[in-house]
């Protein structure tokens, strides 16, 4: 119930594991990126919503799942607030959407009275419970996790195998990467490559100052399509993540939405198995951060210009990249089906148990 945003053939893996799955979407999505029914996979049976009491009463599913972006915060309330069956809330971004468009009070509403919720990490839990306190049972995920069909193993060797040069990817924004930052890039002959078609009104004026500075070392690719992540993005000696300075130094009422997010690019550079860069934000929370350290597959940037040091240590670089190799799993949908199935079984005992 709600929208699937990215990664949304990801649900298909309920019905792989034996599930039946029904669809109630949100109305008038705001963005190409909540993907809602009819989907073009699978065999999801779409609930109308001007007859979603009348259907859900004849259908009787065993739980509700509500996910995941901000846009479904209404229809998520509506529904939970309108029916007995068990309900799980699993929200991603975000918090500070809520606040700023007068849904924060239903969001709090969802978290406190859902009978299970999903958060897509643990400092987002233990920020909501700032507000909530204890909230029952729950569960980590992350929203946008790929399905594990593209987690292939066409592995391509990498350009820097032939060049002596490190190339970096971006799949998606540049965020917070500049013109400055390009420059010093190039100086220790360090390429971006950059994967995006969206967002033209502020990739084009980057585009044309950062190709002014480093003509030879930023390059424009067209988009990678899920299938070819493995073998397109393996080709990069580290892929970039959202690069931002944190200044919550450890205080969980500072955090922003930078803190506590994952980005959906984390996944398709997993898939690759590649390093992944970030700022060094060690003295404070950073979910990203937290998730890169715990599996050893990140490069964090100090100093800017100390980067390409740390890509001349091959030794370490390859010891990143297996590590990326090894533990790519962790962000597939498919590996924690068992886990959410498991949860939701959970959740609709205590449901029962409730009721009794």
């Known amino acids: 119930m709600g929208e699937l945003a990215y990664n949304a053939e990801r649900i298909y893996a309920l019905e792989e594991a034996g599930h039946q799955l029904f669809g109630l979407w949100m109305q008038n999505p705001a963005y190409t990126l909540n993907t809602v029914g009819p989907l073009p996979f699978g065999n999801v049976e779409d609930v ?14 065993d739980i509700i799942y509500g996910l995941l972006n901000g846009g479904a915060i209404p229809l998520a309330h509506e529904v939970m607030i309108h029916t007995d069956i068990p ?52 569960f980590i995920m992350d929203g946008d996790l790929p399905k594990s069909d593209y987690f292939t193993n066409d592995f391509s060797l990498p350009f820097s195998d032939s060049d ?46 950062a190709t002014s500075v480093a003509p030879s070392h930023v390059h424009l690719h067209n988009h990678c399509k899920p299938q070819d992540w493995v073998k397109e993005f393996s080709q990069y000696d580290a892929g970039w993540l959202h690069c931002f300075h944190s200044i919550n130094n450890g205080n969980l009422f500072k955090i922003t939405w930078n803190d506590l997010n994952f980005p959906a690019r984390m996944n398709s550079l997993a898939a690759a198995g590649i390093p992944m860069l970030q700022m060094d934000n060690s003295r404070h929370i950073v ?22 040091a740390q890509f001349h240590n091959k030794d370490r670089i390859k010891q990143l990249r297996r590590n990326a190799v090894q533990n790519r799993k962790f962000f597939s949908f498919d590996y924690y089906v068992p ?18």
């Open 48 to 61: 109308p919503y001007e007859k979603w009491k009348e259907r859900i009463n004849q259908i009787k599913p």
């Open 87 to 138: 309900f799980v809330w699993h929200f991603k971004e975000g918090p500070s959407f809520a606040m700023s468009s007068g849904l924060w009070s239903k969001l709090i509403d969802l978290y406190s009275k859902a009978d299970g919720k999903i958060f897509i990490n643990e400092e987002n839990q233990r920020w909501y419970q700032l507000f909530i306190g204890d909230m029952g049972s729950a």
């Open 164 to 209: 002596n040069a490190i190339h970096t990817v971006i799949p998606g924004r540049p965020i917070g990467i500049g013109v400055n930052e390009i420059k010093l890039l190039a100086d220790q002959n360090i390429h971006v490559h950059l994967y995006n078609e969206n967002y033209a009104e502020v990739r084009e004026p980057f585009i044309k100052l």
């Open 287 to 308: 979910a990203m951060q937290s998730q890169i350290k715990k599996y050893d597959i990140g490069i964090f940037i100090n100093q800017w210009e100390e980067l390409g």
């Open 339 to 356: 886990e959410l199935i498991s949860f939701f079984r959970k959740v609709i005992d205590e449901k029962q148990r409730k009721n009794k």
